[in-house]
T-cell receptor
Framework: GENVEQHPSTLSVQEGDSAVIKCTYSDSASNYFPWYKQELGKRPQLIID?????GEKKDQRIAVTLNKTAKHFSLHITETQPEDSAVYFC??????????FGQGTRLTINP | DGGITQSPKYLFRKEGQNVTLSCEQN?????MYWYRQDPGQGLRLIYYSQIVNDFQKGDIAEGYSVSREKKESFPLTVTSAQKNPTAFYLC??????????????FGPGTRLLVL
């Protein structure tokens, strides 16, 4: 069935280090994979997305990689800063009908 | 994220009461969505609408109802049949025409609490 598994559920890194969050999905036809950042009590905000015709996309300190064969994609944040602390959600399209979200990763950046 | 508004920010529901959450957008988007978020969990789809006067059930539609009489408005009613309504409700919109593979933009959310 539709499923997006996200790991880890919590992640704590030192400021300046890198953070990696991984997601796996079940629908081999999925072609769109967004990542959202949600600060406490706020709305989710899109930070980066990738479509199935590329394997990697980068925007300053944030990058996403996609492995369609293995059906997984990852978010990479380099040179982490305190303002990166938030909950991050991945999502994948299910049968072209809807987005299915992962359970979220709470990222804490330690100064 | 500007252009999508939700009201109220907090809403209290009494036992057996129906309550309606408002969602308005001025982005000229055709598609609109309602999600429910429980603590420590991801977003689950309640209802979605790709065009005016049409909407479809999502994964957890039981106990909820919607209408889409205007392009810019997609209100959600939480009925008394929803036995565990306490959650953070998020409305989203996308430009429309491309299905789920379009970028969705979220409103600020409504937190519903049961008295």
């Amino acid at each position: 069935g539709e499923n997006v598994e996200q790991h880890p559920s919590t992640l704590s890194v030192q400021e300046g280090d890198s953070a990696v969050i991984k997601c796996t999905y079940s629908d081999s036809a999925s072609n769109y994979f967004p990542w959202y950042k949600q600060e406490l009590g706020k709305r989710p905000q899109l930070i980066i997305d990738i479509r199935s015709n590329v394997g990697e996309k980068k925007d300053q300190r944030i990058a996403v990689t996609l492995n369609k064969t293995a059906k997984h994609f990852s978010l990479h944040i380099t040179e982490t800063q305190p303002e990166d602390s938030a909950v991050y959600f991945c999502a994948a399209v299910w049968r072209a009908q809807k987005l299915v979200f992962g359970q979220g990763t709470r990222l804490t950046i330690n100064p | 994220d500007g252009g999508i508004t939700q009201s109220p920010k907090y809403l209290f529901r009494k036992e057996g009461q129906n309550v309606t959450l408002s969602c308005e957008q001025n982005l000229n988007h055709d598609a609109m969505y309602w999600y429910r978020q429980d603590p420590g969990q991801g977003l689950r789809l309640i209802y979605y609408s790709q065009i005016v006067n049409d909407f479809q059930k999502g994964d957890i539609a039981e106990g909820y109802s919607v209408s889409r009489e205007k392009k810019e408005s997609f209100p959600l009613t939480v009925t008394s049949a929803q036995k565990n309504p306490t959650a953070f409700y998020l409305c989203a919109s996308s430009i429309g025409g491309g299905g789920a593979q379009e970028t969705q933009y979220f409103g600020p959310g409504t937190r519903l609490l049961v008295l």
